[in-house]
C-alpha cells in the first residue's frame, strides 16, 4: 500500500485506541462503586483489575495465531463483537447483583479489548516510515488518553451518584430501604456500558465495510498448501511460525517484555486507587474525586499530545528516561507527605507517563520484521503486570491505613525498570 493511503486505514485504527481506553479506564469508578453495591474493602474490589487484566495475559497469544491465520480486519471485527456483548451482560447483571458476575463480564470485555490492542498496536508501527513509529504510535495513543479522559470525567458522573451510604448510615426513612439503594446504585452502571456497547458494534460495522492493507506476515498460512520444489508440502512449516517463540532471543524485546509488565502494574495501581484514594484518604465528597479523576486523565492526554511533538525534536529513550525518572520521584513525594499534596503529584504522575507505554512497545519491536506480530503478542501478555501489582498496593494500603502512602513504593519500583529500559534496555544488540 502507497504511503499516502495509510491515512483511512489509521484513522479506523486510532478508533480502537479510543474505544479500549473507555474500557479499561471505567475500571477505578467500577472499583469505587463495586465497595458499595457488593460491599467490598478496598483489596477485594481490586480484584476488579485481575479479572479485566488476565484476559490479556491468556490470550494474546492464541490472538496473534487467529490474526495469522485469518487477518488482522477479522481479529478487530470479532474482537468489538465480543466486546459488545460483554458490556451488554450489565443488564442481567443487575438482576444477579453478584460479584463473580461483574468479574466475569469484565474477563469477557478484556478479551475482547485484547483483539483489539493486539491488532492495533503493531498495525500503527508499520504503516508508514518505522523511523517515526514511536511518534506515530505515540500519536495513535492520543486518541486512548482521549477515551481515559471521557471515561473519567463524563462516565464516571452518571455511575457515581455521590452518595456512600452502609447498612449502619443508611438513613431510616430512605425510600424502599437497603434493597431500593442497592439497586439504583446497581443500575448506574448500566447506562456507560450500553453506550459503550453500541459504539463497538457501531465501529464494528465500520470495519466489516473497509479495506484494510495486509502487513508484515499477515496470510502467510493461506499460501501453506503451496509446495517446495521436492514436492513436499510448506503447511507444517507454517503452522509452527503461527507464534514464535524464538522472538524472544532479542534482548530488547526481553528488557521491553519486562519494562511494560512493570510499567502497566505502576500505572494500574496509580489509575484503579485514584477514586479511593481521593475519597478515603484526601477526604473528597464522589463528585469532587470524578473531577479530579477528569484532570488526572486530561494530565495524561495532554503529555501525550505535547510528548508526541517534542520527539520530532528528542530521541524517544531519551525521553523515556527523563519521564520514568521524575515519576520516581513524585511517587517519593506521594509517600512522604500523602493527602492533597500526594493528590497533586498523581496528576504530574499521569502527565510523565503518558508517553511510556507506546514508547516502549515501538521500541521493543524495532527490527523485528516478520516476528513483528510474535513481539506484539508478548508485550500485550506483558500486561498482566495489571493483575497483580495493583493489588499488592491495594493489600498494603488496606492493612495498613494508617501509613497507606506508603503503598506507593510499589509504583515507584516499577518506574524503575522503565528508566532502565530507556537507559540501556532499548538497544537491539542482537
Known amino acids: 500500500m502507497k504511503k499516502n493511503t495509510y491515512t483511512i486505514p489509521l484513522a479506523l485504527v486510532f478508533c480502537l485506541f479510543f474505544l479500549w481506553a473507555i474500557s479499561s479506564n471505567l475500571l477505578p469508578t467500577m472499583i469505587r462503586q463495586l465497595m458499595k453495591t457488593c460491599e467490598l474493602n478496598t483489596f477485594e474490589a481490586s480484584f476488579t483489575e485481575t479479572a479485566y487484566w488476565l484476559a490479556y495475559f491468556i490470550f494474546p497469544i492464541p490472538i496473534a495465531m487467529f490474526m495469522k491465520r485469518y487477518s488482522y480486519k477479522a481479529g478487530i471485527i470479532f474482537g468489538l463483537v465480543l466486546a459488545a456483548i460483554g458490556g451488554l451482560l450489565f443488564f442481567p447483571a443487575a438482576i444477579l447483583k453478584e460479584y463473580w458476575a461483574y468479574l466475569c463480564i469484565f474477563f469477557i470485555i478484556a478479551t475482547g479489548m485484547c483483539f483489539l490492542e493486539t491488532a492495533a498496536n503493531p498495525y500503527v508501527t508499520v504503516l508508514g516510515a518505522p523511523e517515526t513509529a514511536p511518534r506515530r504510535l505515540n500519536l495513535a495513543q492520543s486518541f486512548n488518553g482521549l477515551g481515559a479522559f471521557i471515561a473519567a470525567m463524563f462516565l464516571s458522573k452518571l455511575i457515581l451518584s455521590g452518595t456512600h451510604y452502609t447498612r449502619e448510615t443508611l438513613p431510616v426513612d430512605y425510600p424502599g430501604g437497603w434493597q431500593a439503594y442497592i439497586q439504583l446504585e446497581t443500575d448506574a452502571m448500566k447506562l456507560p456500558y450500553l453506550?459503550?456497547?453500541?459504539?463497538?458494534?457501531?465501529?464494528?460495522?465500520?470495519?466489516?465495510?473497509?479495506?484494510?492493507?495486509?502487513?508484515?506476515?499477515?496470510?502467510?498460512?493461506?499460501?501453506?498448501?503451496?509446495?517446495?520444489?521436492?514436492?513436499?508440502?510448506?503447511?507444517?512449516?507454517?503452522?509452527?511460525?503461527?507464534?514464535?517463540?524464538?522472538?524472544?532471543?532479542?534482548?530488547?524485546?526481553?528488557?521491553?517484555?519486562?519494562?511494560?509488565?512493570?510499567?502497566?502494574?505502576?500505572?494500574?495501581?496509580i489509575n484503579s486507587l485514584f477514586l479511593v484514594y481521593c475519597c478515603t484518604y484526601a477526604g473528597l465528597p464522589e463528585d469532587t474525586a470524578t473531577t479530579f479523576f477528569g484532570l488526572y486523565m486530561l494530565a495524561f492526554l495532554l503529555g501525550r499530545w505535547i510528548g508526541t511533538g517534542l520527539m520530532v525534536k528528542f530521541r524517544p529513550q531519551d525521553m523515556l528516561l527523563v519521564y520514568a525518572l521524575m515519576n520516581i520521584l513524585l511517587c517519593g513525594a506521594v509517600m512522604i507527605w500523602g493527602g492533597m499534596i500526594g493528590l497533586y503529584a498523581m496528576l504530574a504522575i499521569s502527565f510523565f507517563m503518558s508517553i511510556m507505554y507506546p514508547t516502549q512497545f515501538s521500541l521493543a519491536l524495532k527490527g523485528l520484521g516478520n516476528q513483528t506480530k510474535s513481539g506484539s503478542a508478548f508485550l500485550v501478555m506483558a500486561i498482566v503486570g495489571n493483575a497483580c501489582l495493583p493489588q499488592l498496593t491495594a493489600y498494603f494500603m488496606h492493612a495498613n491505613e494508617h501509613i497507606y502512602y506508603m503503598a506507593y513504593c510499589v509504583p515507584m519500583i516499577c518506574f524503575v525498570f522503565c528508566a532502565y529500559y530507556g537507559w540501556k534496555g532499548y538497544k537491539v544488540i542482537d
Open 195 to 269: 453506550i459503550l456497547a453500541i459504539l463497538l458494534i457501531a465501529i464494528a460495522v465500520v470495519f466489516v465495510f473497509s479495506k484494510l492493507p495486509k502487513i508484515g506476515d499477515e496470510g502467510e498460512t493461506a499460501s501453506s498448501d503451496k509446495t517446495t520444489s521436492s514436492g513436499k508440502t510448506k503447511e507444517g512449516s507454517q503452522k509452527e511460525k503461527l507464534i514464535d517463540f524464538g522472538v524472544l532471543k532479542h534482548s530488547h524485546l526481553r528488557w521491553g517484555v519486562i519494562a511494560q509488565f512493570f510499567y502497566n502494574g505502576g500505572q494500574t495501581a
